[in-house]
Every structure is written in structure tokens, then in C-alpha cells.
């Protein structure tokens, strides 16, 4: 097996217990970002979605990673309540225009989905109301 079918497997989560704090999990989310980085790139679609929080009906986060030139699908969500840009740049489209969204920016919401293009490999944590007709894990 290759190194990048390899990589491109199955990512696991890694949570690491804190001492002394009780029940809480620490996630590398730039780990997890390159992970899925690298299936989003080998994907269809160009996009990998990993579920890190779910509250069924009410709302949810998600870690997204995009390959460049392409957009937010399928999206976990209708529309975004927060999007945070990790890694890359991505463009919110509409009527094919729209602000470059850059890494450490915030986007509060509502904003759709599917209106978030890659213009380089990304990686975003999005919040919103889980749709519940569509995989929550690509």
C-alpha cells in the first residue's frame, strides 16, 4: 500500500484525557485537518467531514477539510452558524463574487453551506444545526 492511500485511510480521533479537569477530551484539530486534507484530496467530491460534536435537532461541530477549487459537499449543515478557517483560503460565493475568508478569520452566520469555495486546501471547524437526512462522516 502506498504512503498516501496510507495516509488516506480511515483517520482515527485522537482525544487525549486532561488530568485533574474531569471529563475532558483535548483534540489536535490541525492534526485531524491533515488527515482529512488528504481524503478530501482523493475523494470525488473534495471534501471530507468529521463530526466532533453532536446535539441531534439542536446544533453541531464539525472539522471540514476542502481541496482546492472546490466547495463544501456535502455539507453537515443547511446553513453555517460559525465557520473558522484553520488552514488555506476559501471565497463565500455569491452570484460568483465574495470576500476571501483567510486562516484564524471567524464567519458568524447564518450563511449556506454550499456557498464556501476551497481557493487553496483548507480546513474549517463549521457550527450549525445538523441536517439529519445527510452523513454526518464522508
Not at 502506498?2 to 495516509?7: F, K, L, N, P, T
Not at 453555517?80 to 471567524?106: C, E, F, N, S, Y
Amino acid at each position: 500500500m502506498s504512503g498516501v492511500a496510507r495516509e488516506a485511510g480511515t483517520a482515527r480521533r485522537r482525544l487525549t484525557p486532561i488530568a485533574g479537569v474531569g471529563r475532558l477530551d483535548r483534540l489536535s484539530l490541525i492534526a485531524l485537518g491533515r488527515r482529512h486534507l488528504v481524503r478530501a484530496r482523493h475523494t470525488q467530491h473534495g471534501c471530507s467531514v468529521v463530526e466532533l460534536y453532536r446535539e441531534p435537532g439542536v446544533s453541531g461541530l464539525w472539522l471540514v477539510a476542502v481541496a482546492a477549487g472546490r466547495s463544501l459537499v456535502p455539507a453537515p449543515v443547511a446553513e453555517a452558524t460559525t465557520v473558522q478557517l484553520l488552514q488555506g483560503r476559501l471565497r463565500m460565493q455569491r452570484d460568483d463574487t465574495g470576500p476571501a475568508v483567510l486562516p484564524g478569520d471567524i464567519v458568524l452566520g447564518p450563511m449556506p453551506a454550499d456557498q464556501f469555495v476551497a481557493v487553496t486546501d483548507a480546513v474549517l471547524v463549521l457550527t450549525g444545526t445538523p441536517l439529519a437526512s445527510r452523513p454526518v462522516s464522508v
